[in-house]
């Protein structure tokens, strides 16, 4: 099934035993496990009906008592296992386990989620999922990804004007997580309560692409205070808008706590490995703290301060590189 197939089962309120996330998409298998998760688990506590075990560390043995165990106050609970990177550790012998640990969910309060990237739909666990099998892959047709975007923009509460999102995928091209970070940026740079018009996003991508805002990125991911000024003093005074340079941040920020959370990323393998080693530097609780001061310093930049957006920014770049 596809997400949206997914998204309209779970809305209807049903829910099986055993799902297997898959695909090349790292946004769609996200959102996927995010959607399974509220409705598994609800907007109760989760700290005992909530195992989240990696096929690096774990063994067949331990999914399977995971998979035993009953939920503790609540209908249901959720085992969530992730596909090692390179099949290592005790994976082959977790796939031979799982045909018959899925057969076993059909009446289980415990609902398992295995994510993985690419699929050999020929081997038998993953045929053992059937239909339970969620294809998160990107769409390759430039009316398909124009979809996403106007979608994403409604769930963004952002309007946007004729040819939009046409634009988008003309710069962007095939890549989600791409699209979804300009069209956050390009609304940081309409500003609260404007239509997207198709000059933002010719500013936005073209100054991301002029200026030296990866440059800015490495330096706070590497603790380089000092670099870091330097470059986003290079960046401001060459035009870069202070909100572009703040949707990057965020966009940038957004990406270290998804890979310091063990989840995946879209990227070349290059700048996957940078990532994983700034995220490395970064407890997830300082990550979070990181996000939030990037969205304080979003509020200031919309009104609520009387200083200086390059003085913001220059304060908030300190705080990040910290």
Known sequence: MKPDALAAELAEGRVRGAYLVGGGEALLRDEAVAALERSVLGEKPSDFNLDRLDGDATTAGALRDALRMLPVFAERRLVLLREPAGGRGAWKSICEALPALVREQTDSPCVLVVVAGALDRRTAWVKAFGDALVECEAPRHARELAAFVKADAKRLGVALESGVAEALVERVGANLLGLRSELEKASLLAGPGAKIAVRHVTDSVAD??????????????????DDALIVLAKALGAGAPAPVVL??????????????SGGGVAAPPFVQRKLESQARRYLPLRLYACVRAIHETDEALKGQSSLPHELLLERLVLGLSA
């Open 208 to 225: 991301l692409a002029e200026q030296p805002i990866w440059d800015l990125t490495d330096a706070i991911g590497e603790g380089r205070a």
């Open 247 to 260: 949707g990057t941040l965020a966009s940038h920020f957004r990406k270290l706590l998804r890979v310091r």
